[in-house]
């Protein structure tokens, strides 16, 4: 069959911070020679390795390797700002209200399954308590836009018949020991995960498990035949039954949705550690996570040494880039928009660096599906993860792998009756029309 070659490999800008201030993790042989198994995984983010841990357990004795481009934890999954949310969480609406009452009530449903998972991960292999906290979130509001955007998402929860609880500017400052948020909106459901660390601790549970997991091993091309599947990397190549493609915007580097899917960078910072006087003169609690109450605002988290040291970390809106990368140029840009948000929420905690500032990349797509289906026989994808890729990765990558093992499941039959991703207007259509909307919807959620 025809050897297809993959158009683009990730690159990052800035080191993935959550994954920096952990010790150093050891590094994983790279796929050398020929090898084969029954599954093979492209890509060690939260949607790799959850197919891996749901292929093992349904088909216990199955061979599942899994070949990651870079080092576990340096890509997004090492960027993110470790929300784990069960709610509906719509980036492209004004308050997060997905596509309406019914289909919100199954997305939150099977995004806890995704949350009982990941929490099973951390029983099952050993992971440190602080690596996942059942603490809720905030959405933080800082003007009466984003007041609003409270209300009007407040009065969605109520029809879910979810439970919350609207915040004063007292509770706020209680909680973040700032004096910039008016009011929030605290739902109990979330998550906050120590990102880098969970994936770290999942692929070892894995590796101790007999998967096998492969670093620095880009998959360069890929071609079908005799049953079956070869990925090829710079130095190996593995023969598969089956192929899970795990690698979410990097779906369109190995030719598929082409003009489909949008490519996101956000970008973060996390503060050097917060010494003993400035913790003081922070006060509030030690560990919070707040979202904007506008998406297109501000998410900040308070940290502990339970995740890595007491820091803040603050990550700001997105632009359009379809070539996946920021330029160093794009971050400094944005690390000082960051220093001036942070600067006026936090006025105690001037002086405090920024010890690690990075870019990320995330993929939506316009009408917010995932694409988690076979697309050719043996060959599957659990990618497209949206704004939520901690919890929609983990249900793509549980659902591929049951597609794989040809299970019907309530993850599968809710991804499979999801549209095609819709199609984008030609470049640069796209990027100049998504970045100009991006612009103003940042612009006007400015205070979040
Ligand atoms: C700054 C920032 C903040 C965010 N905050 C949140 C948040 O709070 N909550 C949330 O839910 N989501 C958040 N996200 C989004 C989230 O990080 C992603 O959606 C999520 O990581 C997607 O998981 P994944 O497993 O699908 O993909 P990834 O984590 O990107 O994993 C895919 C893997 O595939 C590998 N790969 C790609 N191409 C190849 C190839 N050719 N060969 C081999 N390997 C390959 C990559 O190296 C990568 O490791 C944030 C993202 C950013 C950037």
Redesign the pocket.
């Known amino acids: 069959m025809t050897l297809r070659n993959?158009a683009r490999?990730?690159v990052h800008t800035g080191p993935a911070g959550w994954n920096a201030i952990l010790p150093p993790a050891p590094v994983l042989p790279s796929l050398a020679g020929e090898a084969g198994c029954d599954v093979a995984i492209?890509?060690?983010?939260?949607?790799?390795l959850s197919a891996a841990r749901h292929l093992l357990a349904e088909a216990p004795g199955i061979s599942v390797a899994v070949?990651?481009?870079?080092r576990v934890a340096e890509?997004?999954?090492g960027?993110?700002?470790?929300?784990?949310?069960d709610l509906p969480h719509e980036l492209t609406s004004s308050d997060y209200a997905g596509a309406g009452e019914a289909h919100d009530r199954v997305l939150t449903r099977l995004n806890r399954q995704a949350i009982d998972f990941a929490e099973s991960v951390v029983a099952d292999y050993g992971l440190p308590a602080g690596f996942f906290k059942r603490s809720g979130k905030i959405n933080g509001a800082a003007s009466t836009v984003g007041e609003q955007a409270n209300r009007s998402y407040a009065e969605h929860l109520r029809q879910m018949g979810e439970p919350h609880e609207m915040l004063d500017a007292q509770a706020m400052r209680e909680v973040t020991g700032s004096v910039y948020y008016t009011g929030g909106l605290f739902t109990p459901g979330t998550a906050l995960i120590q990102p880098a660390g969970y994936i770290r601790g999942l692929a070892g549970g894995l590796a101790a498990r007999g998967v096998r997991i492969f670093e620095g091993?880009?998959?360069t091309a890929f071609e079908s035949g005799g049953g079956g599947w070869t990925l090829t990397t710079p130095a190996g190549r593995i023969r598969a039954a089956r192929v899970i493609l795990?690698?979410?915007g990097?779906l369109e580097?190995f030719g598929f949705k082409s003009g489909r899917l949008m490519h996101i960078m956000?970008?973060?910072c996390m503060t050097a550690e917060l010494p003993p006087e400035a913790l003081r003169a922070l006060g509030g609690r030690e560990s919070w996570g707040i979202t904007p109450s506008d998406p297109m605002g501000s998410?900040v988290r308070r940290i502990s040494t339970a995740e890595g040291g007491n820091r803040i970390v603050i990550?700001q809106g997105g632009y359009y880039r379809p070539g996946m990368q920021t330029s160093a140029a794009d971050l400094a840009r944005v690390v000082h928009g960051m220093r001036r948000k942070f600067d006026r929420r936090f006025p105690t905690l001037r002086g405090i660096p920024f010890e690690h500032s990075w870019s990320?990349?995330?993929c939506l797509s316009k009408n917010a599906v995932s694409v988690m289906r076979e697309l050719e026989p043996g060959l599957y994808s659990a990618?497209v993860?949206n704004?939520?890729?901690?919890?929609r990765?983990t249900l793509t990558g549980i659902g591929a792998a049951d597609l794989a093992l040809r299970h019907n499941t309530e993850i599968t039959r809710f991804f499979l009756a999801e549209v095609e991703p819709a199609l984008l207007p030609p470049h640069p259509f796209d990027t100049i029309g998504a970045n100009a909307y991006l612009r103003w919807k940042e612009w006007q959620a400015r205070a979040e």
């Open positions: 993959v490999l990730p492209v890509g060690a983010g939260f949607a790799g070949i990651e481009a870079g890509s997004s999954a960027r993110n700002s470790g929300f784990m949310i091993s880009p998959v795990a690698n979410n990097h580097s956000l970008n973060a998410t990550r990320g990349h995330l990618c993860q704004g939520l890729g901690t919890t990765g």
